[in-house]
């Protein structure tokens, strides 16, 4: 599992950099987020879930049935939208309302 950061979607506003706990990600000469090596990635999706641009994009492994899918992210106020793009062209849309998520 790896991602990888679209620099035309971008912003530039750095908050993947501050979350990623492996220091994988970095910044371009126009302020904008790259991975090096996207082959270190660690899957924890901390960058994935900051991005308010959607321009993360996190590849699902085979052993989870990715099989080439990849997972992207966007932000709208409280709620973070999970959007599954599956290779077939199927989305799989799940919205989570992030402050009430961890209320038990």
Known sequence: MSIKISRQSCIGCGKCLE???????????AGKSYVKYPQDCW???S??????AGAIKYYLGADIGGLGGYLV?????????????????EKVRVTINQKEANQY
């Open 73 to 89: 992210t966007k932000r709208e106020g409280e709620r973070l939208h999970w959007t599954i793009c599956k290779v077939d062209g």
């Open 19 to 29: 979350v990623c706990p492996g220091d994988l990600i970095h910044r371009d000469e």
């Open 47 to 52: 960058c994935l879930k900051e991005c308010a």
């Open 43 to 45: 899957g924890c999706t």
